[in-house]
């Protein structure tokens, strides 16, 4: 079983950073079928981040890959996705932790 | 009493100066005393307003976006005048998206076009609403 790729997403995920963050997400992909997208430092989500994270997902999904989202509750990634009602579309975990061990 | 205060700005439709609008928009807020989760709200709905004006230019040369935001007791108003009329919502994914966000994200949200331009009112009450 190789190892989950980890890609950490820190500060703004936002129209002006998104194609940098989907380039990101697809090297990762091609080091290993399994990639945990880390929310926890994003903090500045806009909706053209939204857009790109479920174009991402979508991405991998397309290439066969497992993905799991760690979006912690009360954090700014979280709530947004509540509030669009999207978070029943991915799963999300609290921890990095948590999403490596249910990637596994 | 808090006293009134203004913020304002305007700015050419590019990124980096939407991005200018919002460190200093963040600021004027976290200086107004206005708390960082209801700012950032603020922040995240003035900046999807923005953003949705400054892709439609009509003559690109002459195209600005002008914020002004005024906090009073009760809350925060901020008022987005550009001079373009919007096109329709279904034009690019995720364009209606990011103003259902705006909206999710305060108060009252209207939006009135003239002939030429737009004008969209945020208000968002800073009285404790979640």
Redesign the interface.
């Given at each position: 079983m190789t190892q989950a790729a980890v890609v950490d997403l820190v500060g703004g995920l936002?129209?002006?950073s998104v194609a940098r963050w989907e380039a990101e997400v697809g090297k990762a992909a091609s080091t290993s079928g399994t990639v945990v997208l880390d929310l926890t430092g994003v903090d500045?989500l806009?909706?053209?981040g939204?857009?790109g994270l479920f174009r991402i997902l979508a991405a991998l999904d397309g290439q066969g890959k497992r993905f799991v989202v760690v979006a912690p509750r009360h954090g700014?990634a979280r709530r947004?996705l509540e509030?669009?009602d999207l978070q029943s579309l991915v799963r999300l975990c609290e921890s990095r932790d948590e999403a490596i061990d249910d990637a596994a | 009493m808090q006293e009134t205060s203004t913020f304002s700005c305007t700015m050419p439709d590019r990124l980096d100066a939407l991005a200018e609008m919002r460190a200093e928009l963040r600021a004027w807020l976290a200086r107004s005393n206005v708390e960082p989760e209801t700012a950032e709200d603020i922040v995240l709905a003035a900046w999807e307003v923005c953003a949705n004006a400054a892709e439609h230019p009509v003559d690109p040369k002459h195209h600005d976006v002008t914020l002004v935001a005024t906090v009073g007791p009760s809350g925060v108003c901020i008022v987005v005048e550009d001079t373009g009329s919007w096109r329709d919502s279904v034009s690019r994914p995720g364009r209606g998206l990011g103003l259902r966000l705006a909206r999710a994200m305060v108060d009252r949200m209207s939006i009135v076009t003239r002939a030429p331009g737009t004008e969209v009112v945020l208000w968002r009450s800073t009285g404790g609403h979640a």
């Open positions: 936002d129209l002006g500045f806009d909706s053209a939204v857009h700014r947004l509030i669009l | -």
